[in-house]
């Protein structure tokens, strides 16, 4: 084929295409009217739709200018609303209670008697069980017989302070007082032979039974104290400054579906894990229903203010080649703000940019909507044929 034929061709395929465009994508013949093709031109390949509801409008360029209108892309919107980042922390945490103690012997000895069973509530300083101890009285019994001696041997030597020295009636003294000693010590040790509960707290697993040997390092039973119960957390690093002791903390546990368990910040370690990058956190939370356990696994939970973001629908958010943007509208018309995302949520995304609380952002229509382009809001159209209807 000829170079001027192959030309010839060419520029028909290329007119043909700007002629199906101009027929089929709506404000487009706007499109090249703005950049200075003749109006004449365009008539010639425009839907005939618009020439005849321009005529029937009174004139061609009224005309032009309606067919325009009719053409804008149809869009839904949804309002800028205020959106808080950083305001929610959730971690995992484990349990213990305020206070517990393994309960061991003070003396060595064989248990005669135990006195509780697992589940028991016990008081400070109730017996829980009892050691052998007859070799206890005995040494008791010799101590107060030597006392007895003692005190009657001073006295004699009081009253006949004319027959025998100072020194004697001295010596006499000091021996009384030694045999008051002795005393004390036997009853000490004999005190030593019951184990007593050193707080009030609930009974656990009894390891031991009567007869058992034990010694000053054998266990007899665990003592927790379950009346608040405190939770470790770790929390990352960012939060360092932010968390303060006194703080409100939400829990929940596997154990109890459903139920909120409410507390405050305990205590707060003094400096970051260089491992992991978390700060250990204690919190305190009520039990008085002893519904809680030592050793139980809670989600727990932190509300902080945060800061303030303008917050816009996932769907809302489009990307090019600059990066992320929205399209507004306002007055009709269609506008590209670039924006940079803050946090994704579900629901929302927290962005910064040019945006304030009830901008109108589309949501849909959004493959048709071009810079400055005239749109048709949904919601306004409905707005607007119930009044006509009316």
Do not use: C
């Amino acid at each position: 084929m000829q170079v001027w034929k192959q030309s010839v061709l060419s520029v028909v395929v290329l007119l043909a295409g700007v002629a199906g465009w101009v027929a089929f994508v709506p404000g487009a013949g706007e499109g090249l009217e703005k950049i200075g093709v003749p109006a004449r031109l365009v008539g010639l390949v425009a839907p005939k739709g618009a020439e005849t509801a321009g005529e029937g409008a009174g004139g061609q360029g009224q005309g032009r200018r309606e067919g325009g209108r009719n053409a804008a892309p149809m869009v839904v919107t949804q309002a800028v609303v205020r959106g808080v980042v950083n305001d929610r922390l959730s971690a995992i945490g484990t349990g213990d209670a305020i206070r517990s103690v393994a309960v061991t012997p003070q003396a060595t000895g064989t248990i005669r008697e135990i006195l509780i069973k697992s589940g028991d509530r016990v008081k400070h300083g109730q017996v829980l069980a009892k050691l052998d101890s007859e070799e206890q009285i005995i040494s008791r019994g010799q101590a107060e017989v030597a006392l007895k001696s003692a005190v009657e041997k001073s006295q004699l030597y009081h009253n006949i302070k004319s027959s025998v020295s100072r020194m004697d009636v001295f010596d006499a003294e000091i021996a009384e007082q030694g045999a008051r000693l002795q005393l004390q010590a036997a009853e000490l040790n004999l005190a030593r032979r019951d184990i007593v509960a050193p707080i009030d707290g609930i009974v656990g697993i009894v390891p031991v039974n009567i007869g058992d040997n034990v010694t000053t390092t054998t266990s007899i039973v665990t003592l927790d104290d379950r009346s608040e119960v405190l939770v470790d957390y770790w929390v990352p690093e960012r939060f360092a400054n932010t968390i303060e002791v006194g703080l409100p903390v939400e829990a929940t546990s596997v154990a109890r579906p459903g139920q909120v368990f409410k507390g405050v910040v305990e205590a707060i370690d003094n400096r970051i894990d260089a491992a992991s990058r978390t700060m250990h956190i204690r919190a305190r939370i009520d039990n008085k229903a002893d519904e809680l356990r030592a050793g139980m696994s809670f989600n727990v939970t932190m509300r902080f203010a945060g800061q303030s973001y303008p917050a816009v629908d996932p769907l809302s958010v489009q990307w090019d080649s600059e990066g992320s943007f929205v399209w507004q509208v306002k007055d009709g018309k269609s506008e590209k703000v670039r924006v940079t995302i803050v946090q994704r949520n579900p629901d929302r995304v927290l962005v910064a940019g040019d945006l304030q609380d009830g901008d109108a952002i589309v949501t849909e229509g959004l493959q048709r909507v071009r810079v400055g382009g005239n749109v048709r809001v949904a919601s306004e159209l409905a707005e607007n044929a119930g009044v006509a209807t009316q």
